[in-house]
């Protein structure tokens, strides 16, 4: 099994581009994980005052043709999650990308955290199974935050969310063949030199 612990990249016109790590106490949060009566696993992530996100994940597919990466939580997504609350009071009041959100709950915790405004994004080939569950999230975790929406975004595209964004995220984004790194750049690049925000990614050692 691989040694995971998140490495966030901290992207903005004054950043070296170092890889920085947290803490290994505040590494990671614990996560609950239950199967309702429709079969569907629900993963929960506390938040500080004491609530949770509640995030459903795709049941697993019966071939793997009908895998969808994006739509269970890798384990990135608890980490960067751990990061966001460390720096909760440079959330709350924010705007936030996620970028490849698949389940969404990495942006949603930055809404249980006081984010205003949260945009779960998803592109590629299964976009429309993951913003059908980014929907069902949004929806299950309504009164936890602030505004979120759902858009599709495809990197590389030149069309961007409206913003601007003070923090774009992502955990484990670019585990899907369809996903392209030199595209991923490209739309991190707009992005930021569009709203000067920073960006935090998350992903596990060993994986591309």
């Not at 309702?36 to 049941?59: Q, V």
């Not at 409206?162 to 992502?170: A, D, H, L, Q």
Request: proline share 5%; hydrophobic share 40%; net charge negative.
């Amino acid at each position: 099994m691989l040694t995971l612990h998140a490495i966030l990249r901290w992207l903005c016109p004054k950043c070296t581009g170092e890889e920085v790590e947290q803490p290994a106490e505040e590494d990671s949060l614990l996560l609950n994980s239950s199967i309702g009566k429709d079969a569907t696993t629900c993963i929960t992530l506390p938040l500080p005052d004491g609530t949770a996100i509640n995030c459903e994940e795709l049941l697993p597919a019966e071939s793997a043709d009908e895998v969808v990466l994006g739509g269970r939580m890798w384990e990135a997504a608890p980490h960067l999650c751990a990061f966001l609350r460390s720096v909760a009071n440079q959330v709350k009041g924010s705007s936030l990308l996620e970028l490849g959100a698949g389940t969404g709950a990495c942006g949603l915790y930055a809404a249980g955290l006081g984010a205003r405004r949260v945009v779960l994004s998803e592109g590629g080939t299964d976009a429309p199974t993951l913003l059908d569950l980014l929907h069902r999230n949004a929806a299950r975790n309504a009164e936890r935050g602030g505004a979120v929406e759902v858009q599709a975004l495809h990197w590389g595209e030149d069309c961007l969310p409206t913003g601007p964004f003070e923090w774009v995220v992502g955990s484990d984004i670019v585990l899907a063949g369809g996903y392209s790194h030199v595209d991923l750049c490209a739309t991190l690049h707009a992005l930021l030199a569009r709203d000067q925000c920073r960006a935090a990614l998350a992903m596990q050692h060993g994986l591309p």
